[in-house]
């Protein structure tokens, strides 16, 4: 005689066993889709995200600031021009003590403590100390034996007649960029383009080679020459100095040109300031007043009248 209740229990565990292999199942299916949406994302939405990640583990790129044009006066002689200046930078994960770091660095370079900390700090891998440091404090920091520290060399922008045509050639800031005059106007011109070198590195950050095939002239910003004189300039702003001085007045401008050509030979100002160390003049002497300070010339025009009337024979020097 069949035995219905045992083959009832053994269909309901027959039935329990497929439902817990189609779960079993599913479940595998569902894992094998998570990780297939995981490596779908990992490759194609996250591929350019994760490559640099992983080029930052053993690649530095290091942008090399370009030279910035010499400016010229009509002779030839350089009225503005760059010069390399050592700047110092650290690697912070090298430093084993920030704050001691910090501290010693500060003390020797006389910078601010706090605000040097918090630069550390916040930085990864590159973080300035000091930006065309001195000689000296270049060798003062490097003595200290700090791991991390080193230096790198940067344009620094250089005057080399000092106050002369300072507020027609302008300033720069610590990043090469024109803030005043020329150096502002013509700053696309001057400034030229920045290269990128980059430089490999093993798992203790020792480098292990660097590319070195750029191309300096790819990086060189153009000259600009003037019509100025330097020796008339130098004039100009000797005897307006000593018109200033004598009429006891708060400031004055002199404008030489060429009456054959209209070139600008010489633009003097006063006071004036030297921009190799702009912070030390008065912020009013930046003002270049002979180009924008506007005034009525009033009778002093008719001298212009009269060598046109001249020139022209309309009248004779004795009437």
């Not at 219905?4 to 309901?12: G, L, P, T, W």
């Not at 590319?211 to 153009?222: E, F, M, S």
Request: charged share 25%.
């Amino acid at each position: 005689m069949k035995d219905f209740k045992a083959d009832s229990k053994q269909a309901r565990t027959s039935r329990w066993m497929r439902f817990r292999i189609a779960l079993l199942g599913v479940g595998f299916f569902c894992l094998l889709g998570i990780g297939l949406g995981r490596a779908i994302k990992l490759q194609l939405f996250d591929r350019q995200r994760l490559l640099e990640l992983a080029e930052d583990q053993y690649v530095r790129r290091i942008e090399i600031p370009a030279r910035r044009g010499d400016i010229f006066d009509r002779r030839g002689v350089p009225l503005a021009q760059s010069v390399k200046v050592d700047s110092l930078w650290i690697d912070p994960a090298l430093a084993s003590d920030l704050r001691q770091a910090s501290r010693e660095l500060s003390r020797r370079l006389h910078l601010d403590l706090g605000e040097l900390y918090r630069k550390l700090q916040n930085a990864r891998r590159f973080a300035w100390i000091k930006r065309q440091a001195k000689p000296e404090e270049v060798r003062a920091a490097l003595q200290l034996g700090i791991p991390g520290v080193a230096v790198t060399q940067e344009p620094k922008r250089f005057y080399p007649q000092r106050e002369l045509a300072a507020q027609l050639l302008g300033i720069t800031g610590t990043d090469g960029i024109g803030l005043e005059g020329l150096e502002l106007s013509f700053n696309d011109e001057l400034s030229g383009q920045n290269s990128e070198l980059l430089s490999f590195r093993d798992a203790k950050g020792r480098k292990l080679l660097t590319q070195l095939d750029v191309d300096p002239l790819q990086r060189q910003g153009a000259s600009l020459q003037l019509t100025i004189d330097r020796q008339i300039q130098f004039v100009a702003e000797k005897a307006l100095s000593h018109a200033v001085e004598e009429s006891r007045g708060v400031a004055g401008m002199a404008v030489v040109l060429d009456p054959r050509t209209g070139e600008l030979l010489a633009i003097a100002n006063f006071p004036s300031f030297n921009p190799n160390a702009p912070l030390a003049g008065a912020a009013e002497a930046y003002r270049n007043r002979a180009v924008l300070d506007a005034f009525e010339p009033g009778s002093t025009f008719k001298a212009f009248t009269v060598a046109a009337a001249l020139e022209e024979n309309a009248i004779q020097p004795n009437q």
